[in-house]
Every structure is written in C-alpha cells, then in structure tokens.
C-alpha cells in the first residue's frame, strides 16, 4: 500500500509560481513512476507531467499546455516528488493530483488508468 500526500497549492496571480510535493510512503519509492494530474471543474482528468522510475536515466515528460513553464523532479531520500510550477496562467487553475505507478519504472504514462496510487488533490488557483 503506498499513501500520497499532497502539498503546496493555493492562490496566485497569474505570472506567478507554485511548488507542490508529493510526499509518498513506501521502501520502494525511487522504483515507482510518478505522476501529476489536474482537474479542472467540469473537465476530465488530464495529464500534467511524469518522471521514471529508478533504473538509468531520469525521464520526464510533459503535457504540450505546460511544456517549458512546469518541471517535475524527485528527492528519492525524502521520499517526495515536486512540481515546479512558474509563469501560471489561470487556465492552469484545477485540483491537482499526484499518482504512483508501481508496476513501472520507464517512461511515465499519460493515461490515467496506468497509475495504482492517487493522493487527495490540491487546489492550486490562478488569478487574472
């Protein structure tokens, strides 16, 4: 079982910056695929970024939306994934999540569905 523990959203003006962490329990934590989502009221679920798993090279990848402007990473000591979030734009407002993958180490996916573990969500909102 591996809990998720989200942290750092709440409200800033557009142009702003924001940090969330993800805080994760488990042994084997630098071995799971992490994932960032958001939600926005009436919206699907999207993909927002991903990093790998252990095993080589660290992998990242980003939603088109976001690319250049967020940067996910990783402290596998602590245990914890950021999302780095600058230059916000109120489009970006929405709960955001974070998700493990542990069946994975490579590539994180962008579907949803890949993702076993899910923390509560974070509101982080973007004023004009």
């Known amino acids: 079982q591996v809990q998720l523990v989200e942290s750092g959203g709440g409200l800033v003006q557009a142009g702003g910056s924001l940090r969330l962490s993800c805080a994760a329990s488990g042994r084997t934590f630098s071995r799971y695929v992490m994932g960032w989502f958001r939600q926005a009221p009436g919206k699907e679920r999207e993909f927002v970024a991903g990093?790998?798993?252990?095993?080589?090279?660290?992998?990242?990848n980003y939603a088109d939306s976001v690319k250049g402007r967020f940067t996910i990473s990783r402290d596998n000591a602590k245990n914890t994934v950021y999302l780095q979030m600058n230059s916000l734009k109120p489009e970006d407002t929405a709960v955001y999540y974070c998700?493990?993958?542990?069946?994975?180490?490579?590539?994180?996916?962008?579907?949803?569905?890949?993702?076993?573990?899910w923390g509560q969500g974070t509101q982080v909102t973007v004023s004009s």
């Open positions: 990093i790998s798993g252990s095993g080589g090279i660290t992998i990242t």
């Open positions: 998700a493990a993958d542990t069946s994975r180490t490579g590539y994180a996916s962008r579907g949803s569905m890949a993702y076993d573990y």
